[in-house]
């Protein structure tokens, strides 16, 4: 069974400074990796994805995620964080094997704040 | 359409009563996923589709809970004699083919908030 856990409830960060929120996952296989974003009452947002390639992939908002397969991390990373940046922050994982390659799993989240 | 539509976005019924909730995919996504979100929670999986089958639908909590898409496009998630821990946000995604596009990622809905009174 796939899973994916988000060890921290909150973040907490100055505007200005670098951001990171954590994730590890535990899949069969190889995994698909994603970031979502979701602002106070609205949708889920992608941000970005790891598919294979390059372990540091870059996405929308100046967001960039590095994939670490020894540690099975997925960590979410920015180098100066913007007060706008404040939003639950869901990363979710899909498998590759037969029984989870259409299953995308979610963290339980971790709500970042920035404050000016 | 340019983005997964759903429908209604707000809806609130009593117990007892059944509710369907629509989505509208995006044009030329395969498949489609349907989740259930608490407040402050992550989404929980639900059950998907590629095109008009249901792959897996291990994520539906009881047989109350049923789902259907059949021309592979619009889907319907049917919940039966509704219950106040039904009350939650339902949330619909729709992506290419999950293993065999170049896109796999799930774009979502703004989905539909059912209260069960």
């Known amino acids: 069974a796939q899973s994916v856990a988000q060890p921290e409830d909150q973040v907490n960060v100055a505007e200005g400074n670098p951001l990171t929120v954590k994730c590890t996952y535990s899949?069969?296989?190889?995994?698909?990796l994603f970031w979502y974003v979701q602002y106070p009452n609205r949708g889920l947002q992608f941000l970005l994805k790891y598919i294979t390639g390059d372990n540091l992939v870059k996405g929308s908002y100046g967001f960039e995620a590095e994939f670490n397969k020894s540690q099975t991390s997925f960590h979410l990373k920015k180098p100066s964080a913007l007060v706008s940046d404040s939003a639950l922050y869901f990363c979710a994982v899909r498998g590759m094997t037969t029984d989870s390659w259409g299953k995308l799993q979610f963290g339980a989240g971790t709500q970042v704040v920035v404050t000016p | 359409g340019a983005g997964v539509s759903q429908s209604p976005r707000y809806k609130v019924t009593k117990r007892g009563q059944d509710v369907a909730l629509r989505c509208d995919p995006i044009s030329g996504h395969v498949s489609l996923y349907w989740y259930r979100q608490a407040l402050g929670q992550g989404p929980e999986f639900l059950t998907y589709f590629n095109y008009e089958a249901q792959q897996d639908k291990s994520g539906l909590p009881n047989d109350r809970f049923s789902a259907e898409r059949p021309e592979g496009s619009i889907s319907t998630l049917t919940i039966q004699r509704t219950e106040q821990r039904d009350s939650a946000m339902y949330r619909c995604a729709s992506s290419h083919h999950p293993v065999t596009g170049q896109n796999t990622e799930a774009f979502f809905g703004q989905g539909t908030r059912l209260t069960v009174v």
């Open positions: 899949v069969s296989g190889n995994p698909y």
